[in-house]
């Protein structure tokens, strides 16, 4: 008897959706077919890597060797382009190497070929694949009693399905923009901030979408060259001679800058295997003890790599290791600490030596991030108020020029930084731009009022109520994402103090409520009773961000796919 095929509906066609896709074309199953959905023209580039989110002037955070393997090596296809396409920016083919990061565009331009070699594939092998382009989803219904699920498009077109995967990527909500003049939610797409600025520009923020926004305001209101020392200078344009940007920093501190990494994947093979998870669980109440995740993928690297650093911090904790680095950044001034770390990272990739504590770091970040859901909620308030401050910074890893972009636009007298504190507030302006309210250094309350205003805090996790299908949220598909108090004392007080993101359930435990909705280890949709509903699985990163706190961009594709396709492959549709 022939088996019928079930339908799998893929939500989105960006970086999660190709990893997605190649997972399901190399499985060779024939008991599927394929539909994909995206809002734009084309597969494989999603926001970061096309026009909604990068320019000419953005490039990779990660070199070609740091990204996951895919149908084609980026060196073997950079070897196919025109020279025309190499020429736009200005690439020397005979000089490239896997140690190069790329113009942001130009990897789109890769990701979307990806794509294509991955269809051609899918119809070789018989994988009926269809593909709806600039659609967008206008609300998603999912029905237990057919055991189907509803994709409705903006223009009223309804599609059935028996599985969905959302693949949605970055989402970046709108509160002001478009009311307030001078008020932008988020710098993208850069065409929107692609203008003559002759004003003091405040951007809240020094994450990697910060430097997104520098970077186009400086290229279209200055020059950048290089002196015969090899220094990159700015001078600003003629007609923007009051051009200068602030960053309200709630730290006052700016990312790391990219070094050699030992490992260019982050510790994939460092992951905690199930039963480790297992046995610490069953030893700490049934939670995943996050000294343990520090001790086992942070330290014991240390240990092992780089022995006279593990001596200095042998004895910290957590919350010690974290004082003891930040510390030293938060002492020193952020730019000459910008220059510092580029010298360091300048010799680290020379030499291919790693900084061994901040690879570590990362590897950390990248192996806590798929069981952080075990964690306490005692646990998971370290872990946002202590340790991921410290990862956000440290792992960024801020491409070479892009450093010397920032120590140009600081040199030049354009660019700052001004501390704000966590109690810092901004609000618009009474009729442009926005109003910053911050304690300065000495503690005196401040007021600074900015024509120009660009939210940068990099993309938001979203509230369990802004999840955009709201037939999931009403009909009760998705639940929230909360995760218990170890000590229910600690809960009860927390409550008391009036902690709104703590609630007490029916039987009378104490939960954290986490951004977004509740997954499985599969990715799998929870529902208000914790059952797992088959039928939904979810990588979009803002959508799970209490349960997987760490955005690892391309190696968070390629891993979670993996085990959304094994569960797939487990229950054979």
Not at 173 to 199: A, L, M, T
Not at 210 to 234: M, Q
Request: aromatic share 10%.
């Amino acid at each position: 008897m022939k088996q019928e095929k079930r339908s799998i509906a893929i939500l989105g066609g960006g970086p999660s959706a190709l990893f997605m896709y190649k997972r399901l074309v190399e499985s060779q199953a024939n008991h599927f077919t394929v539909t994909i959905y995206e809002k734009g023209p084309c597969l494989g580039s999603g926001m970061p890597y096309s026009s909604s989110g990068a320019g000419d002037e953005h490039i990779t955070n990660v070199s070609a060797n740091e990204i996951p393997k895919l149908t084609m090596s980026v060196t073997e296809w950079m070897k196919t382009l025109p020279k025309s396409s190499l020429d736009k920016y200005n690439i020397d083919i005979n000089r490239f190497n896997d140690y190069k990061v790329l113009p942001r565009l130009l990897f789109g331009q890769y990701l979307t070929d990806q794509f294509s070699l991955l269809h051609k594939q899918a119809r070789e092998q018989g994988l009926v694949t269809t593909i709806h382009y600039n659609s967008l989803i206008n609300d998603v219904i999912d029905d237990p009693k057919s055991g189907t699920i509803c994709v409705v498009l903006s223009n009223g077109s309804k599609y059935i399905h028996d599985k969905i995967i959302i693949c949605t990527g970055h989402l970046w909500p709108k509160k002001y923009e478009g009311k307030i003049p001078g008020w932008f939610d988020s710098p993208y797409p850069p065409v929107k901030i692609s203008k003559q600025c002759n004003q003091h520009i405040a951007i809240r923020g020094a994450s990697l979408t910060a430097i997104d926004a520098i970077r186009t305001l400086a290229k279209h209101n200055g020059v950048f060259s290089r002196k015969e020392n090899g220094i990159l200078t700015f001078d600003v344009n003629a007609d923007s001679p009051d051009f200068k940007i602030t960053m309200m920093s709630r730290n006052g501190l700016l990312p790391a800058v990219r070094f050699h990494l030992e490992d260019s994947h982050l510790g994939k093979g460092t992951i905690l295997t199930p039963q480790q998870i297992l046995e610490n669980r069953a030893s700490n109440e049934g939670f995943l003890s996050l000294d343990y995740v520090f001790e086992q993928n942070f330290k014991e690297g240390i240990r092992r790599q780089d022995p006279e650093f593990y001596e200095a911090i042998r004895s910290f904790k957590m919350e010690e290791f974290v004082e003891y680095v930040m510390e030293l950044r938060e002492r020193l001034d952020p730019f000459e600490l910008l220059k510092a770390e580029y010298k360091e990272a300048e010799k680290s990739i020379k030499r291919k030596e790693s900084i061994y504590w901040k690879e570590m770091l990362a590897v950390l970040s990248f192996t806590m991030n798929y069981p952080a859901k075990y964690f306490s909620a005692e646990d998971t308030l370290r872990l946002q108020k202590v340790l991921m401050p410290l990862i956000s910074i440290v792992i960024a890893f801020v491409p070479q020029s892009s450093a010397e972009t920032l120590i140009a636009l600081h040199n030049a007298g354009r660019l700052d930084m001004i501390a704000v504190g966590e109690k810092s507030e901004v609000r618009p302006g009474e009729s442009e731009g926005a109003i910053y309210k911050y304690l300065d250094e000495n503690g005196h309350s401040k007021e600074d009022r900015f024509g120009l205003f660009i939210d940068c805090i990099g993309q938001p996790h979203l509230n369990f109520e802004d999840i955009p299908y709201q037939s999931l949220i009403v009909n009760h598909s998705f639940s929230r994402a909360k995760i218990k108090f170890r000590d229910q004392t600690e809960g009860q007080r927390l409550q008391r103090e009036g902690q709104v993101n703590v609630s007490v359930s029916k039987d009378d435990q104490y939960y954290l409520t986490v951004p977004g909705i509740a997954i499985n280890d599969q990715f799998q949709a929870l529902d208000e009773f914790n059952a797992i509903n088959e039928r939904i699985y979810v990588m979009t990163v803002p959508f799970i961000g209490g349960f997987n706190p760490d955005y690892s961009g391309l190696d968070f594709c390629e891993a979670a796919s993996a085990q959304i396709m094994g569960s797939l492959l487990q229950e054979n549709m």
